[in-house]
């Protein structure tokens, strides 16, 4: 099955600096690559997502990108703040039928 | 994106019972899935739950200790049966809006005793 590997695991900033964290994937077939945000006591967001279609996506202080031949992509938080403070999550579709296989986890602290 | 809640938000349990979750989406949905995440984990899916059809299970997860339901386009439960300390963790039910978005309720925080 897919394997997908999340580095950092612990991320800690300044406040206004930049985080960028990587997750690198081995099925060649993968085509969705989501970013996940994980506040403590709540479920998952979904905050940015890209589709093997396209090389880089931004959303105001979010961007992701992906790059297919080396099969890894990578989230950039910049001007961190501290309500960024958050476990982050990538993602990529795999196995068939609908299902997406998440990578362990990065713990990003924003230190004000 | 769709409004997910989940009953209950947590819950404390004796060992060798059984606990109910109710995850309820306000807007009809084909796909539902329900995850595990244990203290400091990634996610793990548990399974996949169409409406209509059997729920399909992954590698590791049964239907004896993990029976879902899914009436209807726009609820599911997932019983966690005969509950040991292991079962110790949030578990989250998402939906499925697009070709593989998936959005996660608030997730439900289990703790065995």
């Known amino acids: 099955g897919e394997n997908v590997e999340q580095h950092p695991s612990t991320l800690s900033v300044q406040e206004g600096d930049s985080a960028v964290i990587k997750c690198t994937y081995s099925d060649s077939a993968s085509n969705y690559f989501p970013w996940y945000k994980q506040e403590l006591g709540k479920g998952p967001q979904l905050i940015i997502d890209?589709?093997?279609?396209?090389g880089e996506k931004k959303d105001q202080r979010i961007a992701v990108t992906l790059n297919k031949t080396a099969k890894h992509f990578s989230l950039h938080i910049t001007e961190t703040q501290p309500e960024d403070s958050a476990v982050y999550f990538c993602a990529t579709d795999s196995g068939g039928y609908q299902k997406v296989t998440f990578g362990t986890g990065t713990k990003l602290q924003v230190i004000p | 994106s769709a409004v997910i809640s989940q009953k209950p938000s947590r819950d404390i349990c004796q060992r060798g019972t059984s606990l109910t979750i109710q995850c309820q989406v306000d807007s009809q949905v084909t796909m539902m899935f329900w995850y595990r995440q244990q203290p400091g984990q990634s996610l793990t899916l548990i399974a996949t739950?169409?409406?209509?059809?059997?729920?399909?299970?992954e590698s590791g997860f049964v239907i004896d200790k993990f029976p879902i339901s899914r009436p209807n386009l726009t609820f599911s439960t997932l019983t966690v049966s005969n509950m040991s300390p292991e079962d110790s963790s949030i578990y989250l039910c998402s939906v499925e809006e697009g070709a593989y978005e998936q959005y996660f309720g608030p997730g439900t925080r289990l703790t065995v005793t």
């Open positions: 890209i589709r093997s279609n396209v």
């Open positions: 739950a169409n409406q209509g059809s059997e729920a399909t299970y």
